[in-house]
């Protein structure tokens, strides 16, 4: 009972930790950042957090041998796939989605799918690749906010269904094409300094053997 206690109390606390650095992020987003910008664009820190969350506490599953290929099925192969995204990731993407409800026009369902996809990505197994996470911030931001745009989209396409949906679709996407690739950039440049404090957290989780929130 008291090694389940001693965890448990771990746990609580690696929780505790995880939901101050979501909720320092979000001020720093809200009290610093907002008040900087480059051509009107600011990076997204919250953003950043999550995807750098699932590069680095993402899941590394071994890759499928070919006697495993053989022998699984397709839908096998695919559930085992998908399993390997970053739940701890996606959780973190839940709580800044429920932060952030208020401060954009739709519920931002890309957190959590993209803190889910960075875990494919895992760099913590990669002793020489930690500077993959400039790239791959850079490129989830845009898919990111490529799916904040579409959602967007189809609550203003459902909101104004007699209005022409090309013209939606045009207003939408072209205030998109504005700011993307800049906020991608800029998202790309804090990532270093993200990342490899968040790795060295990790490497304290795993030297003390615990288990969240590693998937």
Same mark, same amino acid.
């Given at each position: 009972?008291?090694?389940?206690?001693?965890?448990?109390?771990?746990?609580?606390?690696?929780?505790?930790?995880?939901?101050?650095?979501?909720?320092?992020?979000?001020?720093?987003?809200?009290?610093?950042?907002?008040? #900087?910008?480059?051509?009107?664009?600011?990076?997204?820190?919250?953003?950043?957090?999550?995807?750098?969350?699932?590069?680095?506490?993402?899941?590394?599953?071994?890759?499928?041998?070919?006697?495993?290929?053989?022998?699984?099925?397709?839908?096998?192969?695919?559930?085992? *796939?998908?399993?390997?995204?970053?739940?701890?990731?996606?959780?973190?993407?839940?709580?800044f989605s429920?932060?952030? +409800?208020?401060?954009?026009?739709?519920?931002?369902?890309?957190?959590?799918?993209? %803190?889910?996809?960075?875990?494919?990505?895992?760099?913590?197994a990669l002793? *020489? %690749?930690?500077?993959?996470?400039?790239?791959l911030v850079?490129?989830?931001?845009?898919?990111?906010? %490529?799916?904040?745009?579409?959602?967007?989209?189809?609550?203003?396409?459902?909101?104004? *269904?007699?209005?022409?949906?090309?013209? +939606?679709?045009?207003?939408?996407?072209?205030?998109?094409?504005?700011?993307?690739?800049?906020?991608?950039?800029?998202?790309?440049?804090?990532?270093?300094?993200?990342?490899?404090?968040?790795?060295?957290?990790?490497?304290?989780?795993? %030297?003390?053997?615990?288990? #969240?929130?590693?998937?």
């Open positions: 009972m008291a090694i389940i206690s001693m965890r448990s109390r771990k746990r609580a606390l690696e929780i505790g930790l995880s939901a101050l650095l979501c909720v320092t992020a979000l001020l720093i987003q809200l009290l610093v950042l907002n008040n #900087f910008t480059i051509n009107g664009v600011i990076c997204n820190l919250p953003l950043t957090v999550i995807i750098v969350w699932g590069l680095v506490f993402g899941t590394t599953l071994p890759p499928l041998t070919n006697v495993e290929l053989r022998r699984l099925s397709m839908g096998d192969i695919f559930s085992r *796939q998908l399993a390997s995204g970053s739940i701890s990731g996606m959780l973190v993407g839940w709580f429920w932060m952030n +409800i208020n401060l954009v026009p739709v519920y931002p369902i890309a957190y959590p799918i993209i %803190g889910w996809a960075s875990g494919y990505f895992c760099l913590r002793s *020489q %690749g930690n500077l993959l996470c400039i790239p850079f490129i989830l931001t845009l898919i990111g906010e %490529g799916i904040t745009a579409w959602e967007i989209f189809a609550v203003k396409a459902f909101i104004h *269904q007699g209005m022409d949906w090309r013209i +939606i679709f045009s207003q939408v996407f072209d205030h998109l094409s504005l700011f993307i690739l800049t906020e991608a950039l800029l998202n790309a440049l804090i990532a270093p300094f993200i990342y490899f404090p968040m790795r060295r957290w990790y490497e304290l989780v795993e %030297g003390q053997q615990s288990y #969240f929130p590693i998937d």
